[in-house]
């Protein structure tokens, strides 16, 4: 029983450079979430999904996509990442209580 | 805002000292959960308190809950080095556009000395 797992846990990308961060979980969550987390800033929302085939926005949802593909799986897309969007990301599925995956720490140069 | 809002942003203390913790929050709640995130981790959940319980206890932690003040606590008795993290508070809404929504603030970052 891994939980929540994301993938990568590091990545750096150039300025305009698309990539996916991955996550999925094996609890059966309906909701799962992604955060952005920046010194001094706390957690914050980017996208939300309350369950297969349905997502919502956050706080922070611009230059971001999502896709929630299956029940497990939650994935999040920059198609043209920027400076700004260096962050660690977590992705977290709830059920009662929220399980978070261990975060991606991402630089965009 | 749906989020909770902790103070203090920094505490710093004894080992063997308390340590306590508090969240604002403005909506309607069902809910409102505490975390603990140890540096560059994930956040772990701690304990959940409802809107209908005053005062919950587990372990070393003890969480209140006032819902006419919008407001809750976290004390951490007897404060050891590993409890250093950061403490956030997540508000569950009632309901609302944002029902299902899980907002976290800024945090507390607790540092225990030896």
């Known amino acids: 029983n891994a939980g929540v797992t994301q993938t990568p846990k590091f990545q750096v990308l150039k300025t305009g450079q698309s990539m996916t961060l991955q996550c999925a979980q094996d609890?059966?969550?309906?909701?799962m979430y992604w955060y952005r987390q920046d010194p001094g800033m706390g957690l914050r929302l980017i996208y939300y999904?309350?369950?297969?085939?349905?997502?919502d926005k956050g706080e922070v949802p611009n230059g971001y996509n999502v896709s929630r593909l299956n029940k497990r799986e939650f994935s999040l897309r920059l198609e043209s990442a920027a400076p700004s969007q260096t962050s660690v990301y977590f992705c977290?599925?709830?059920?009662?209580?929220?399980?978070f995956g261990q975060g991606t720490r991402l630089t965009v140069v | 805002s749906q989020q909770g809002e902790e103070d203090p942003q920094a505490l710093s203390i004894q080992e063997g000292e308390n340590a306590t913790m508090n969240c604002s929050y403005k909506?309607?709640?069902?809910?409102l959960q505490w975390y603990r995130q140890n540096s560059g981790r994930g956040l772990v959940h701690l304990i959940l308190?409802?809107?209908?319980?005053r005062e919950k206890h587990s372990g070393r932690l003890r969480v209140t809950l006032d819902t006419s003040k919008k407001s809750s606590s976290l004390l951490i008795t007897a404060s050891r080095a590993a409890d250093t993290a950061s403490y956030f508070c997540?508000?569950?809404?009632?309901?609302?556009?944002?029902?299902?929504?899980?907002?976290f603030g800024r945090g507390t970052q607790l540092t225990v000395w030896p």
């Open positions: 977290a599925s709830w059920d009662s209580e929220a399980f």
């Open positions: 609890m059966n969550h309906n909701s």
């Open positions: 999904s309350a369950s297969e085939g349905t997502t």
């Open positions: 909506t309607s709640i069902n809910n």
């Open positions: 308190i409802r809107s209908n319980e």
């Open positions: 997540a508000p569950r809404v009632q309901r609302g556009s944002t029902l299902g929504r899980l907002y």
